[in-house]
């Protein structure tokens, strides 16, 4: 009887000595999760490259090999060479004129269809229309982004070289051609000798922004008309008309107190629409 019941012992002290040494079942259920943690906490490679690109990019650039580039063109106005064709230009600024006005924009800021923000949309209309004005290896443009109001616009094609401030509006008149970006100041305001920052400045200098689509002339070669695509006012949509002229009636009144101007607005610059790079 004894001899039985050592028999049977013995396989349990064997079992016991055997779980003291490997692990019981349940330290082999921990182990797995306690090691997936220690892989999560201990590998980061998504945080090791971030911090290795921002190492390269706070590095300090090596020294230049070449000469450094030119500082930002401050411009000192003047209009630059117009290359476009003028009659063709005239016929596309008509047809872009159309597309526009059958749209009825209202004019309003924050949908880009005040002034400004309809020269934009002509200027962008032209170089896809004009394939060789949206040329960019040639030509480049004010930016919806960079140069919202007509008076950054003004600013940018002064600083690029293709900005003529007028001085003698009646003499200047000749100058206006299809393509020509016009500039008008405050409501009844005489301008004289206005300076680039005069004219940039809100409240005092540039007020409005047309595009010309059309030009009238005389016998002699003079301009006698002039028609601009805009945004008007709150009270009409973008449309069409014509710039004061001494054609008779109320707007030969205009033109005698202010030539070429936008009724009551006085013209005070103009631009080329393409800017030559």
Known sequence: MKRITTYLTTPLFLSLALCFFTGCSGGSEKTPAKVSDETTTTTAPADTQTAAVIQDTTAAPPPPTEEPSPAPNTGSGGLAPHEADEERLSVILDLISQDLEAQQLEYRSDLGQDCSGIYHKIKDMVQRKMKELGDKSKYHYPTYAEDRDSRAVAKWYHNNNNLYIVQDAKADGNKIRPGTVMFYGQTDKQYSNPSIDELTTRGVGIMHI???????????????????????????????????????????K????????????????????????
């Not at 002039?226 to 030969?252: E, F, L, Q, V």
């Not at 005698?256 to 631009?271: D, E, L, Y």
Request: hydrophobic share 30%.
């Open 254 to 277: 205009q033109h005698a107190k202010f030539p070429f101007g936008n009724w009551n607005q006085p013209w005070v610059a103009m631009a080329n629409i393409e800017t030559p790079l």
């Open 210 to 252: 047309a595009v010309v689509t059309k030009v009238e002339k005389d016998d002699a070669g003079n301009v006698t008309k002039y028609t601009i695509m805009h945004g008007r006012n709150t009270k009409y949509t973008a449309s069409r008309t014509g710039g004061n002229c001494d054609c008779g009636g109320s707007t030969a």
